[in-house]
């Protein structure tokens, strides 16, 4: 009979899955405290957050055998909550700077990822890039129409400009 503890946790995961744009399994057994509030820190500016628990409670989460590969060892939940890939980019960042981190495996809307394609993901834009992006190719034509029109009054400038230094030699 499982223990009440167990099964809050379960329910307690159950909807940060289904709260979490992505989610990823990592292994943090070569990391010390210190580099882990360090991680905890970066993952909350971008609207993520890491989940400490135990291996057979993640697996009833998510359903049994999804994830079984990757639940050996000492593992973590990182959640993204706001945005698929910020919390991505920020794991991977803190990743390349510390070289502690095993990224396994993730979960995306059901679909189960390979590392392979978590890091894909994390080189992706992110939601405040791609809305800048969509700024400047909005506003792009608009510069070019202003340019246009002011094309016509520059031109009669540099004409009169033209005849004045003329004029003056």
Known sequence: MPSQKNLDQVKIL???FAAAKS??????SGTSVNDQVELRAAL????GEMFVTKNTLIDIAVGKGKLSESLEG????VF????????LKALFKFHEDHEKLVIKQGVMEDKILTAE???TLSKLPGKEELLTMLVVQLKGPANGLVNVLKAGQRD???ALRAVRDQKSE
Do not use: F, R
């Open 14 to 16: 159950q909807d940060k």
């Open 23 to 28: 989610a990823v399994v990592v292994d943090y």
């Open 44 to 47: 909350s500016e971008v609207g």
């Open 74 to 77: 000492m593992n973590a939940l």
């Open 80 to 87: 993204s909550n706001e945005d698929a890939v910020a919390a």
């Open 117 to 119: 394609e978590i890091q």
């Open 156 to 158: 009669l400038v540099y």
